[in-house]
């Protein structure tokens, strides 16, 4: 059974940091493409950062330059690394992992609050 779980969110003022982790199970993570998505109160989910399972990245605009995604593939963990954060970066954080046959899995979210 896959199984994602998100942990790292939290309350931080604007301009500061926080790293999300993700922990993956089920047998998936080295050959799947892991990314994060957001969704804040009213809004549809948005990406915020891919890594497929060679290392190539790719980052919505909004978060370039403040946000890295990582993966370390002996931990099966993906990890988000978001500094400079700002009010607008509020939102759940999501781990998703998407196989190559297109089998798509998500965490249970973690709250990032920033505030102003």
């Known amino acids: 059974q896959v199984q994602l779980v998100e942990s790292g ?4 003022q604007a301009g500061g940091s926080l790293r999300l982790s993700c922990a993956t199970s089920g ?3 080295g050959i799947s493409t892991m990314g994060w998505y957001r969704q804040a109160p ?3 989910r948005e ?3 891919t890594i497929t ?3 190539s990245t ?3 605009d909004s978060v370039k330059g403040r946000f890295t ?3 370390e593939n002996v931990r099966n963990t993906v990890g988000l690394q978001m500094n400079s954060l700002k009010p607008e970066d509020t939102a759940v954080y999501y781990c998703n992992a998407r196989h190559p046959f297109g089998a798509l899995y998500w965490g249970q979210g973690t709250q990032v609050t920033v505030s102003s």
Do not use: P
């Open 27 to 29: 047998g998936i993570f």
């Open 58 to 60: 790719n980052y919505a």
């Open 69 to 71: 995604i990582s993966r």
């Open 9 to 12: 969110g939290g309350l931080v």
């Open 47 to 49: 990406l915020v950062a």
């Open 42 to 44: 009213g809004k549809q």
């Open 53 to 55: 399972s060679g290392g």
